[in-house]
């Protein structure tokens, strides 16, 4: 075995780089300006494996970017994206947004599935958003008034109609009378339903009405009531109301409930006594679409 030592190496006429027509092994670090044959591999230890198809790497390639087409990634999903716990994927037919440990939305173009616990501001169905309100201001009255009156504000888009009384007390033998109206006028027939009341649990009483939803009982006892009632559309123009009244000063609990088909899309509403006059109180409508 034979060594070369020498601090400079040319060819034969000291003006460039020597040949070596069998090539050249070298054991270290090789440092090049320029190489001027394109190797067929360049290998790096038994992990990284570059040539004319690319590179092989076995092991983990860490780096500060990445670019270019994923496309031909394996191992990876490409419709979904997870960031957390909250996870989205896309496919032909639908859309899944997956949350762990609380629900699963899919949208497809049938609509919308939930699986899980469901919280919102407000709820569409149809198209039309549930529960958009209107707050009606508050009616009063200071006594003597003889006749009912009208609140003809209801909106074609209105499903659920809420009244509140405050305070109201009757003269005479009086009982509360409620009606729809339409663009007709008041609505004074195609009511099935009834009033009643109950003082303790072995007295109670009601009464049957078809041309108006009212109370019954009322007139036998002086005071002052409050009440609550919700009338909902049930189908085209058929209402169905329910409500619970109370005398202020007293045990006894008064109700009405029933329906009615008003025949057309309705307009308004009518409060009204059946007997005797209004006294004193106030009452609020308020609409829901």
């Known amino acids: 075995m034979s060594r070369l030592r020498a601090n400079l190496i040319t060819n034969e006429n000291a003006n460039g780089a020597p040949d070596f027509p069998h ?14 044959t394109t190797p067929n591999d360049i290998v790096v230890g038994s992990a990284v494996t570059a040539n004319s198809q690319g590179i092989d790497a076995t092991g983990i390639i860490t780096a500060t970017s990445f670019k270019g087409s994923g496309s031909a990634l394996t191992g990876i999903d490409a419709t979904k994206i997870i960031t957390g716990n909250t996870e989205v994927q896309t496919l032909a037919s639908r859309i899944d947004t997956k949350v762990s440990n609380v629900g699963i939305l899919t949208a497809t173009s049938a609509g919308a599935n939930v699986t899980g616990i469901v919280t919102a501001n407000s709820f569409f169905v149809g198209g039309t958003a549930l529960e958009t309100s209107t707050i009606g201001a508050v009616l009063s009255m200071t006594g003597g008034n003889a006749s009912g009156f009208n609140v003809d504000t209801i909106a074609s888009t209105t499903k659920r109609i809420e009244v509140f009384i405050l305070g109201m ?20 027939s195609g009511y099935v339903g009834s009033g009643g009341y ?18 019954f009982g009322m007139g036998s006892s002086g005071g002052t009531w409050s009440g609550h009632m919700t009338i909902k559309n049930y189908n085209n123009h058929y209402w169905y109301i329910n409500g619970d009244f109370w005398n202020d000063s007293g045990p006894t609990h008064y109700w009405t409930h029933g329906h009615c088909n008003a ?10 006594k059946r007997g005797g006059n209004f006294d004193a109180g106030e009452f609020r409508l308020n609409q829901y679409s």
Do not use: H, M, P
């Open 198 to 215: 109950v003082s303790n649990a072995s007295y109670a009483n009601e009464l049957r009405y078809t041309d108006s939803w009212g109370t």
């Open 263 to 272: 025949t057309a899309q309705i307009t308004g509403f009518r409060f009204d």
């Open 23 to 36: 090539g050249l092994t070298v054991t270290g670090i090789v440092t090049a300006s320029a190489v001027n």
């Open 169 to 188: 007390s009757l003269t005479g033998n009086s009982e509360f009378k409620f009606q729809l109206r339409n663009a007709s006028g008041t609505v004074s």
